[in-house]
């Protein structure tokens, strides 16, 4: 071998191991610096923080600031919290991991969390070691249908659906989905169409954008095909600033929604004439709308737990895990036994109306549509239907009131 | 119509942007002869440097972040080709090897960028270029793609101009063809490749900030559509041709455009709820045709031998094994927890899709990266299966792997009509398309509700081996598979099958020569492979009670080809070390330890980049040397030898050779002109000419290697002018060839059987299952001895004399008994006594084998002395045909070739 490829080797290397030791990536539980003397309660998030999917950054960094937030007011009941965060990558197999590991670690519960490529899985670990999921964000029909989920939101469907029937609320009676070119897609059109119709629309076309896009303005065009006046925009962040961008060098007629699940006023502020008329809507609000009182709380958490994130800077996805970790807190304040898994499940089944700072209803995390009919079988365990229909002044959220998604859900009953 | 126009126009920009990403390729391509896959990833380094760093970052203006933007984008580029290439170039590195190579930077580049920009919130990048909307009636025009468009044909016009009329673009043409030529004209190869890859990579960062604003920045998407449908569109211009690939990328751009057009005709049609993934067919159907246009089945003569990885022996080391096995299962049943065997187990799946690249890439040659596509089918089929008819999991499993064969076939077909870097941009087109038309809808997998196909608990013969229940017991399963597997891959490498197979790989001229079928051989690896990837593909969609499809994307296949090569893509063990640095597998565990978990895949971008250097042949190879001595040491074996049969010399089925004016064309020139001669049985005819005089080719159209415009070829009294190459090898004739074209990873041992083999009917099955090596031919073995080659049969050729060498080609070719060789110069670099012995073996042959001799030689003595005939070809043109003594005092071979040579030729052989 040549010398000067071995040093040149070892050179790389080591600048590869350097840099990467610069980086950081957690998946191991982190100790906190409280005075808290009880045995220590092991929280779960599994969440894809980085990775070639999406990354929920923000939700990753308010969950560490939730749990310093409590741990530096008294734990709970004395107990130090300890967050035992999973980045899944967005990978399958890490995702299944990330739920064994929770096992493993003995955590109580999975909180903020999100999964994409492995519910299944996830879902059967968990459900199957007794550990809650709560707060976390429901995508898919497996998350709806689970007794162990506990969501603060309608979950992707539903707001799918409201983001069809905020437009229609707002006069645009024919409406276009545009979306991720995913497999979930496929169902989409059976399951929205007749929420639209409930709401006094018509689903007229779905737009489908694969990852590999590469010019947006044949998706806009095929978004106005149809006679549509308003169209839906769920894609993740880096397809939606694309489409934007067309959308505000082409002034179309057309009504926007979007999900404020991924939008903060200061990403709104980068976006042009679009973001001004479009619709918001989430089971949270924007940020820094300031008729949500009850979002100071959650800027208080934020802060107080050094997560850098202001209330214009925050994004619903930073929102939501800080209310789950206040949904948990109010209900497994009252577990005098050991913290465990099945306590905590028993502690959330037992709650009803927790104060969640009127951000939400009062909730009663085992609240859920009969089952019987067709669509209430699929979203068993809803037990907030509400969303947030609101728009933006350039500056705050303004929010237009909230609106009961069980309305436009064919057969869905509440009990 | 309108709606036509509309999307033919909206068309314009992705074209434009298709463009610009692949005029770099192009250039890179032209410059040095590399495809560099990394072009995408370089384009995006340099966009996410401009914008996110120094504009929304920092605050700069546009321009100023605009050319740091592409210097980084440079220095990524020039850092690669000056580092990373230069130093393969120098370890001896194939061309394959430098691909692989870019795979590596294409790794390491889009993994740091997730890690860096992970956290930075990218905002809706605003449009720079002039932005105003026109209207022409009801149809929009934007000013900004207009304005791309006009970029990228003044692009075109100014590469096109400077490579073909300045003489740094020429000198840059021709260092890709020949450095040291164009070092002796005083250009610095360094510098030219320094500059080519430097003004790529500067297309490939300007490209890919001017793109930006309408594709958005995204680390996946990004790369994904700039590799596949910039290499789309370099390929429909041959990576040579600026225009055509301008035009390659206006039809992929407006092709796009207009399948968003038709996607809801296309849903109706196929009634099906949602059409997805629609636009990967435009460039795969562009692709596709540009090969069937333009592939060739079998490399012209012009063509490059490249040298490929090393290989393993494929030897079966029973206590090595057993071994690893009974550690494993420690591992598995005692010391692994849940997540460390699940770890453990999903190493081994990879691995055994890693272990169809081994076949794939390592034995026969074939860059096809679309392994994990093939993998996904099986596992679709399998799950279908049990999805809709509640079939046992054991015979929905095998029924899978069964059904995925003939779907790898689909991939198999662009091998058969292109070689080399072609095929690997075919295979990532077909795997990424099946990945989105078929795995990402779900209608087409399951209930669309699922997202997948749920199969519920897998339980194989009656025992639960759900990978979440029983995690340990679905690692034994996966160990299990995973070795049944390595030992059909390495009985394959052992076999007579995998030795064609391997004559293939390193050189499908020769191979057709000895009578390999290279279709047949092409095909029969897709098929072993694709089985094998089927069985990986299985066991990680049946892992979970619902199979996700996710997984079987076109960058799982990128990266297996590069795991592959990391653990050393010639070696079985190569797979299962490989499968380590697969992110969900042992390696991330390791470097969870570390909290670097979510670094594992830049850490195996930049091992790739490493070992492509200092280790091209995979990190197994020094560990199995080293493994080796170590065994040799301990087990005191005796060296190995190959003991020979007693046999007597055969002769031949006579047969005579008949050419009957035979003319072949390349274009407008006519190479050979009616030529015709006949050799009989036991007879040397040699044949002799001017260089250039169309000898070679004479001998490509007997041999079937050209197809003749006209002219008729009869081997004993059968005529076989429309036979292929391999036919007319298995029936009885052979030639050897100028530049030798052995099998240089093969032994001598091997390179001979490689010409004598006999072909079982069922051999394709029983050599995977129970290799048997029939002893070498009575034929075989006469040439061993009268070629001197006993003590040489274990050498690998490059550890020979070139006079021995030279003897290994010939005896290759006689090997199999032919009735008829033909010989191509011999004795081209032998000294004296050399060519003197091999004028009597030569003799030998025709006297006491029967063997009727076609001998092309320049050195007339040689001819004169050892013929009994000698015909005189002279552009193209039979011009005598006689005895030496005719031949010699002929007028027009003295005014056309022998001219003073036939006397001092006559006293040198002593008549």
Redesign the interface.
């Given at each position: 071998m040549l010398k000067r490829p071995l040093r040149l080797a070892a050179a790389l290397t080591a600048v590869a191991l350097v840099a990467a030791a610069c980086g950081s990536s957690s998946s191991t539980p982190s100790t906190t610096t409280t005075k808290l003397t009880k045995s220590p309660v092991v929280i779960g998030q599994i969440v894809p923080l980085t990775g070639q999917g999406l990354q929920l950054t923000q939700s990753g960094q308010a969950m560490k600031a939730a749990i310093k937030y409590y741990n530096a007011h008294g734990g709970l009941n004395g107990h130090p919290l300890v967050l035992d965060q999973c980045d899944t990558q967005y990978i399958a197999s890490l995702e299944a991991q990330c739920a064994q590991k929770l096992v493993n670690d003995h955590a109580v519960a999975d909180i903020g969390g999100d999964t994409n490529t492995n519910v299944t899985a996830v879902q059967s670990t968990l459900d199957a070691a007794g550990i809650p999921r709560i707060g976390m964000l429901m995508g898919s029909i497996t998350e709806y249908q689970s007794m162990n989920d506990y969501a603060i939101e309608p979950g992707m469907i539903l707001m799918l659906g409201g983001m069809e029937v905020e437009l229609i609320k707002h006069g645009a009676k024919k409406v276009s989905m545009v979306t991720v070119d995913t497999p979930q897609a496929a169902q989409l059109k059976a399951l929205l169409a007749p929420i639209a119709v409930a709401a006094g629309g018509e689903l007229v076309n779905v737009v489908l954008i694969p990852g590999t896009a590469t010019d947006y303005t044949q998706y806009l065009t095929a978004a106005e095909a149809n006679g549509a006046t308003g169209a839906a925009l769920a894609v993740g962040t880096a397809q939606a600033n694309a489409f934007v961008q067309v959308y505000n060098q082409l002034k179309p007629t057309l009504k926007m929604s979007a999900s404020s699940g991924t939008y903060s006023s200061d990403d709104l502020k980068k976006l042009g004439p679009w973001a001004h008329q479009a619709y918001y809507t989430y089971g949270v609000p924007i940020g820094n709308d300031p008729k949500v009182p009850g979002l100071k709380n959650v800027s208080t958490v934020l802060t107080e737990g050094g997560s850098g994130l202001t209330p214009a800077s925050t994004e619903g996805q930073a929102i939501i895990p800080v209310m789950a970790m206040r949904g948990f807190m109010e209900a497994a304040g009252t577990i005098t036994g050991d913290i465990t898994g099945k306590s905590v499940q028993a502690a959330m089944n037992a709650a009803t109306n927790l104060n969640m700072w009127g951000i939400t209803p009062p909730w009663t995390p085992s609240k859920y549509i009969s089952a019987g009919t067709t669509f209430g079988s699929i979203f068993a365990n809803v037990s907030n239907p509400f969303l947030y229909d609101e728009g933006w002044n350039g500056t705050n959220g303004t929010d237009n009131g909230t609106f009961n998604m069980l309305k436009y859900v064919p057969g869905a009953t509440v009990s | 119509m309108t709606n036509l126009m509309?999307?033919i126009i909206?068309?314009l920009?992705?074209g434009a942007?298709?463009t610009l990403l692949a005029q770099g390729v192009v250039l890179v391509y032209r410059g040095s002869g590399i495809v560099n896959f990394a072009q995408g990833a370089i384009a995006m380094a340099g966009a996410y440097v401009w914008y996110v760093t120094l504009e929304q970052g920092l605050g700069w203006s546009f321009w100023p972040a605009f050319v740091v933007g592409v210097l980084a984008s440079v220095v990524i580029g020039v850092f690669f080709q000056q580092?990373v290439l230069r130093?393969v170039s120098?370890?001896g590195g194939s061309p394959l090897t430098k691909v692989i190579a870019t795979l590596g930077l294409l790794i390491v580049i889009q993994s740091?960028i997730?890690?860096k920009y992970?956290?930075v919130?990218?905002?809706?990048?605003?449009?720079y270029l002039p932005?105003n909307?026109w209207h022409s009636g009801s149809i929009?025009i934007?000013e900004?793609?207009i304005v791309l468009f006009a970029i990228s044909v003044a692009l075109t016009f100014v590469l096109w101009a400077v490579v073909k009329y300045t003489r740094i673009g020429l000198a840059i043409s021709a260092s890709a063809e020949n450095e040291r030529a164009v070092a002796t004209l005083g250009w610095s190869p360094n510098f030219l490749g320094a500059v080519t890859w430097g003004v790529g990579s500067a297309l490939a960062g300007a490209a890919g900030i001017l793109?930006a604003?309408?594709?958005?920045?995204?680390?996946?998407?990004f790369v994904?559509?700039v590799t596949?449908?910039g290499l789309a569109a370099a390929l429909v211009g041959g990576f040579r041709s600026f225009p055509l690939t301008l035009l390659g990328g206006m039809i992929l751009?407006i092709g796009?455009?207009l399948m968003?057009?038709y996607?809801?005709n296309l849903t109706s049609f196929t009634h099906?709820?949602?059409v997805?993934?629609a636009?990967?067919l435009v460039s795969l159907v562009v692709i596709i045709v540009v090969l069937v246009v333009r592939g060739q089945s079998l490399p012209l003569r012009s063509h490059v031998i490249e040298r490929l990885p090393k290989l393993g022996t494929g030897k079966t080391r029973w206590p090595e094994l057993i071994a690893g096995v009974a550690m494993a299962l420690v591992l598995i049943t005692i010391l692994f927890?849940?997540?460390w065997i699940?770890?453990l187990s999903?190493s081994l799946m990879t691995g055994i899709i890693l272990l169809s690249v081994v076949i794939l890439t390592g034995f026969t040659g074939q860059l096809s990266l679309g392994q994990y596509a093939i993998g996904g089918l099986g596992a679709l089929f399998a799950a279908q299966f049990v999805f809709h008819f509640h079939m046992p999991y054991v015979l929905a499993m095998i029924l899978g792997v069964a059904l995925a064969v003939p779907a790898s076939l689909l991939f198999a077909i662009p091998a058969l009509r292109t070689r080399g870097v072609n095929l690997a941009v075919v295979t990532l087109s077909l795997g990424y398309t099946v990945s989105?038309i078929i795995?990402?809808?779900?209608?087409i997998?399951g209930r669309?509700?699922?997202?997948?196909t749920k199969i519920g608990h897998v339980n194989l013969f009656g025992l639960n081996v759900d990978?979440?229940?029983y995690?340990n017991r679905w690692a034994i399963v996966c160990l299990v598979a995973f070795v049944l597997c390595a030992l059909v891959t390495a009985n394959l490498r052992r076999s007579a099958s995998g030795r064609r197979l391997l004559a293939v790989r390193t050189n499908e001229r020769a191979a057709a020569s000895l009578g390999v079928s290279v279709f047949r051989a092409k095909i029969y690896a897709f098929g072993v492979a694709g089985a094998i990837a089927a069985v990986g593909g299985v066991l990680l969609g049946f892992r979970?009670?619902?199979v996700?499809?996710?997984?079987f994307d076109a960058?799982s296949s990128i990266y297996a080809v590069a795991y592959a090569v990391i653990g050393g893509v010639g070696y079985v063990v190569g797979a299962i070390v490989g499968s380590m640095m697969t992110?969900?597998g042992l390696g991330?565990n390791l470097f969870?330890l570390l909290?670097?978990?979510?670094?594992t895949t830049?850490?195996g971008g930049?091992?790739l980049?490493?070992l492509v250097?200092?280790q091209p042949n995979g990190a197994v190879e020094p560990i199995s040397q080293q493994w080796d001595w170590l065994r040799r040491k301990v087990i005191h074996r005796k060296p190995l030898s190959v003991e020979l049969p007693e046999t007597a010399a055969e002769r031949v089925e006579p047969g005579s050779l008949s050419v009957n004016d035979v003319t072949v064309r390349f274009g407008g020139v006519v190479a050979v002109d009616r030529a015709s001669l006949s050799v009989e049985p036991g007879q040397i005819v040699g044949l002799i000419g001017p260089n250039g005089a169309g000898k070679t080719t004479f001998i490509d159209a007997v041999t079937g290697f050209v197809r003749p415009a006209a002219g008729k070829i009869v081997l004993k009294d059968t005529d076989i002018t429309s036979w292929s190459a391999a036919q007319r090898s298995a029936n009885g004739i052979r030639r050897s060839f100028q530049s030798l074209e052995l099998f240089e990873d093969l032994t001598v041992l091997e390179n001979l059987m490689a010409g004598t083999a006999e072909v079982g009917k069922w051999s394709w099955l029983t050599d995977l299952i129970w290799p048997r090596n029939k002893p070498l031919t009575p034929s075989a073995v006469a040439a061993v001895r009268e070629f001197g080659l006993e003590d040489k049969l274990l050498s690998m050729p490059t550890d020979l004399s070139y006079g021995q060498r030279r003897l290994v080609a010939i005896a290759r070719s006689v090997a199999s008994g032919p009735s008829i060789l033909l010989l191509d110069e011999p004795a081209a670099g032998l000294d004296e006594n050399e060519s003197r012995e091999l004028a009597r073996l030569i003799r030998r042959l025709a006297d006491e084998r029967g063997m009727g001799i076609l001998l092309v030689e320049h050195d007339v003595g040689l001819v004169m002395s050892t013929c009994d005939r000698i015909v005189v070809i002279d552009f193209g043109s039979v011009i005598a045909d006689g005895t030496p003594a005719e031949v010699r005092e002929d007028q027009n071979v003295i005014a056309a070739y022998l001219g003073e040579q036939t006397q001092e030729e006559v006293e040198v052989s002593g008549e």
């Open positions: - | 509309q999307f909206l068309g920009g992705a942007a298709y580092v130093l120098k370890t740091l997730i890690q992970t956290d919130p990218i905002t809706a990048i605003g449009q932005s909307v929009v934007q900004d793609r793109i604003p309408i594709t958005g920045l995204n680390p996946i998407g994904i559509v596949i449908s751009g796009e455009s968003t057009l996607t809801p099906l709820q949602v997805t993934g636009q990967t927890d849940d997540v699940t770890a999903f989105q795995f990402n809808n779900a209608a997998t669309a509700s699922d997202g997948g990978s979440l229940v995690p979970y009670t619902l996700s499809y996710t997984g960058f992110a969900g991330t969870n909290h670097l978990g979510s670094w830049t850490f930049v091992l980049l490493v250097i200092v």
